[in-house]
Nanobody, 126 residues
Framework: QVQLVESGGGLVQAGGSLRLSCTTS????????MAWFRQAPGKQRDFVAA????????DYADSVRGRFTISRENAKNTVYLQMDSLKPDDTAVYYC???????????????????WGQGAQVTVSS
């Protein structure tokens, strides 16, 4: 079973930057689309960004487009989320997710992803 482990969360002032990493176990990483979601207290889990197996397809939520960048290193089984110009509204637990292996599609729906990490807290102070 695939395991995903996020790292890189923390506390940052508004306008600052953080980079999240998500490293996966197993041999299916390079065959899976990857995504980041986030959930603020009392709110539903929202899509943030997704990337296909070869990075040919990338999508972002409107709220982070132009500020966040998703990327991946298949040789390291790792997907990244570079977050710049952070705002207090970006405060949330961030989750990485893996799509079904061998399916060349990205999705903004959390129903599509078959494995999830435990989450990393990101707090942006004003």
């Amino acid at each position: 079973q695939v395991q995903l482990v996020e790292s890189g969360g923390g506390l940052v002032q508004a306008g600052g930057s953080l980079r999240l990493s998500c490293t996966t176990s197993g041999s299916t990483f390079s065959r899976s689309a990857m995504a980041w979601f986030r959930q603020a207290p009392g709110k539903q889990r929202d899509f943030v960004a997704a990337i296909s197996q070869t990075a040919a397809a990338i999508d972002y939520a409107d709220s982070v487009r132009g500020r966040f960048t998703i990327s991946r290193e298949n040789a390291k089984n790792t997907v990244y989320l570079q977050m710049d110009s952070l705002k207090p509204d970006d405060t949330a637990v961030y989750y990485c997710a893996a799509g079904p292996p061998g399916v060349s599609k990205i999705s903004t729906g959390d129903w599509y992803y078959v494995a999830w990490g435990q989450g990393a807290q990101v707090t942006v102070s004003s």
